[in-house]
């Protein structure tokens, strides 16, 4: 995922300096079994130099800090086990020390920084406060750049495993929503609402939500295999959605397939009422009145939509439309301008052993 190739790339930025075995114990109270590279944070460095102290004397804080960052950043650096362990060893004076670098970041707007290090505080201390700082920072992270949706549904994932932390179901439904994963995100807003018993207002809303937009979806997938089921789902939503003229075009299509090409017409005008410009709309009303034996008006239609779309399909119907009407005129003309379009088309075949 990109964001974790940023992380290691930020990792790598990072200044280590070596330290030898033998002075780990004196600095951070615990054995180490070789010399130890650790990191300090490239910004922390110029302060000091720029403040014209000597570079030798750098804060043991600042390497708490970048081992911090680099437990956030890198899972697999190769020092991270002995970096858990000293940060361990020193764990009530590096934690509230870090806290305030992670407050710190955040007010500056440096989320990204601030999101790595509160990760690796997660590797010290894991609970629920650090977890909501975390999806806190995640949340504006994401709204900048959507990559970060993968990274916190990673992140909910071990939340999860927080017993009462239910609040990650709830994220996980609203992260799926975004990425209309709509399955997953019903899955997970039903869990949450189960699990939390939360019959708040914009709990139950975002479940609204979802249950109409999965009903849409299994209306939209049966039009044309199963139209009566497809309505089924469809004509319900019309007591919220009147005004979504896409709605009502899958409705319109569901009753052409079953031969009700009235009711087709009277869900297509309430589309085209809505919003004229959409192509698909204009096409069905022309096939509509084609299967109604009114070809002037079909022609019409099929015209306009063939105008915007230089579509094979609305060419071919209006050939049938006009040689329907006895126009072999125009069916001859419309005949050759679907041949150019597509000599190959199955149905510009059919029709050369009509035209020809």
């Not at 299994?218 to 319900?236: E, N, S, T």
């Not at 979504?244 to 297509?268: H, P, Q, S, T």
Request: charged share 30%; net charge negative.
């Amino acid at each position: 995922m990109q964001t974790k190739l940023n992380f290691a790339e930020k990792v790598s930025k990072l200044i280590f300096l070596e330290f030898k075995k033998e002075s780990i114990p004196k600095i951070f109270k615990i054995q180490v079994n070789e010399n130890l590279y650790l990191p300090v944070r490239p910004l922390r460095v110029a302060d000091k130099v720029k403040a014209g102290e000597k570079f030798e004397k750098i804060p043991v804080s600042f390497f708490i800090e970048g081992m911090f960052y680099v437990l956030g950043g890198d899972e697999n650096f190769k020092f991270n086990n002995i970096y858990i362990d000293i940060l361990n060893a020193n764990k009530e004076e590096a934690v509230q020390y870090i806290k305030g670098i992670i407050f710190d970041e955040v007010k500056s707007g440096s989320y990204e920084d601030a999101y790595l290090i509160i990760k690796g505080l997660l590797k010290i201390e894991k609970n629920e406060e650090n977890y909501d700082k975390l999806f806190m920072i995640l949340e504006k992270l994401r709204k900048i750049d959507k990559a970060f949706q993968e990274e916190e549904l990673i992140m909910l994932s071990k939340a999860e495993k927080i017993e009462g932390y239910y609040k990650a179901y709830f994220n996980k439904a609203v992260i799926y929503y975004e990425q209309e994963k709509y399955e997953d995100a019903w899955f997970y807003i039903n869990t949450y609402i189960e699990k939390s018993h939360d019959d708040s207002t914009e709990v139950l809303e975002l479940k609204h939500v979802i249950s109409n937009i999965r009903e849409y979806e299994k209306g939209k997938a049966l039009v044309y295999d199963k139209p009566k089921d497809a309505l089924i789902y469809l004509i319900p939503l019309l007591d919220e959605f009147s005004n979504d003229a896409i709605l009502n075009f899958n409705i319109a299509v569901a009753y052409r397939v079953l031969g009700n090409y009235e009711k087709a017409i009277y869900y297509l005008n309430e589309a085209v009422a809505i919003d004229s410009s959409i192509v698909e709309v204009i096409n069905e009303l022309g096939l509509n009145y084609a299967a109604l034996n009114n070809f002037d008006v079909a022609i019409k239609y099929l015209r306009k939509a063939f105008e915007a779309t230089k579509s094979i399909e609305v060419c071919t119907n209006l050939v049938m439309c006009y040689l329907n009407k006895g126009d072999t005129k125009q069916a001859k003309l419309h005949y050759d301008i679907a041949k150019k379009i597509d000599p190959k088309d199955e149905i510009v075949v059919q029709l050369s052993k009509v035209m020809e």
